[in-house]
């Protein structure tokens, strides 16, 4: 791999470089376990004292190549694949903080994480508090604690569509000596690369745009490499480990301890690892990723500006839509919007229904980021059990529609759309 090489190449080359007379596309290595000659090479892994494969809990080959591809195409020095992304998000936040510690996230964020965040890591001792995504680092900082250990946010909220304002939440970080995490699953590194933007690690739901083809689910954590975990906060990273016969992070594995930590205590221990088959899934993915990114974008802004210009449409949220209030946000820090936009019909909650079940291309999925378009209704779906009023309160309005525009000719997605409209 040449250090120097654009995004697009990275994605095509990266991650897997076949020796002479081996396979030329990424193999899938499906075995739990690797043969060795002596024992003494085996407990020399163990040891983490030789780079190598021995369980496929903690490293396997064909995930090894998905991690340093995504590793490449982020900027990052490392990464661990784990089962979804959900659990990218919880290791990323336990892997710096222990029981009694604090995070201040950004309140724009997918409900799963909302749900994580506000119920399951608290049971595990960690709380976490919401501050507005409009939140200056002032305010940001104002909300920390002693015992703050990491700020998080996502690039593009799903589905508030806000976009991240990188300055502010970097700021605050910075002043608090704790990592930035940032979920980068919406705009994936080739619309944005949060580590040029104050990122300290980037996290993924790579069951989205990296695998593309709605085939497996999974995540990603990724390290910059850069933070400074010797800064008296995170005395994990450098006291020795008594699991590992002393093992110190930021002395033996300098270069990414946060990686290396994130595998060996948490995947070890709690397991969750990314299988070899959707490692290879995921890989094959990434190779069209700067195509289909560049197609969704511009196949999304399309629909946007049709969708705004509809007699039927009462409002379009889509963050490179001239007029957005996201828009100075969206041009300072992305290179295109993704395929996810939202829209509501001027007939309210059962004009929204009526559209989507007539529509034909587009299918009503639960799912994003996606190379087939595929709607949902979040009122009457993820959000059903809420009244009209609670669904306001939540941000999701009764006749919100999410659509994830996908990588068909977009004469069809229109025609598909304009022909449900008639139908209300
Ligand atoms: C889908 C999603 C997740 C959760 O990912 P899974 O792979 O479904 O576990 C986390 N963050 C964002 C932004 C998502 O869109």
Request: glycine share 8%.
């Given at each position: 791999m040449d250090k120097n090489w654009k995004i697009e190449t990275l994605a095509v080359q990266a991650g897997y470089e076949p020796q002479n007379g081996e396979a030329r596309v990424v193999p899938i290595v499906q075995s739990t376990t690797y043969k060795y000659n002596t024992s003494q090479e085996v407990a020399d892994l163990f040891d983490l004292k030789a780079p190598g494969f021995f369980y496929t809990r903690l490293a396997n080959p064909t995930v090894d190549c998905f991690e340093k591809k995504m590793a490449a195409l982020e900027g990052g020095v490392a990464a661990v694949a784990l089962s979804a992304g959900q659990t990218a998000n919880t290791m990323a936040i336990m892997n710096c903080c222990t029981c009694g510690q604090h995070v201040i996230a950004s309140a724009a964020l997918y409900g799963g994480t909302v749900s994580l965040f506000t119920n399951t890591l608290k049971k595990m001792g960690v709380e976490v508090t919401l501050v507005s995504s409009d939140a200056t680092a002032e305010e940001i900082i104002a909300a920390a604690r002693p015992e703050t250990r990491a700020v998080f946010a996502e690039t593009i909220a799903n589905p508030a569509l806000t976009v991240l304002n990188f300055e502010e939440f970097s700021k605050a970080a910075k002043e608090l000596g704790v990592p930035f995490i940032v979920d980068n699953t919406f705009p994936t590194p080739f619309l944005c690369k949060p580590f040029d933007f104050g990122a300290d690690i980037v996290t993924h739901s790579t069951t989205k745009y990296t695998d593309g083809h709605a085939l497996s689910v999974g995540g990603i954590v990724i390290e910059k490499?850069?933070?400074?975990?010797?800064?008296?906060?995170f005395p994990e990273f450098t006291e020795p480990d008594k699991s590992y016969h002393g093992l110190i992070y930021t002395r033996?594995?300098?270069?990414?301890p946060f990686s290396v930590k994130l595998r060996v205590q948490w995947v070890r221990d709690l397991g969750f690892p990314m299988m070899p088959f959707n490692a290879f899934l995921s890989h094959v993915g990434l190779e069209t990723l700067h195509l289909r990114m560049e197609r969704h974008s511009e196949n999304a802004l399309k629909l946007a500006e049709h969708l705004q210009n509809?007699?039927?449409?009462?409002w379009v949220k889509y963050p490179f839509l001239k007029g957005d209030d996201q828009y100075e946000m969206a041009k300072k820090y992305l290179k295109g919007g993704s395929g996810v936009l939202c829209f509501g019909m001027k007939g309210g909650k059962a004009a929204s229904e009526k559209v989507m079940n007539s529509l034909k291309l587009a299918a009503i999925v639960v799912h994003v980021a996606d190379v087939r378009t595929g709607v949902l209704h979040p009122a009457s779906m993820?959000?059903?059990?809420?009244?009209d009023e609670e669904l306001v309160a939540a941000g999701v309005l009764p006749e919100m529609v999410r659509v994830s525009v996908g990588i068909e000719n977009i004469d069809d997605i229109i025609a598909d759309f304009d022909q449900a409209m008639e139908q209300v």
């Open positions: 490499g850069t933070f400074n975990w010797a800064n008296g906060k033996d594995f300098a270069a990414c509809h007699p039927k449409v009462a993820t959000h059903r059990q809420l009244t």
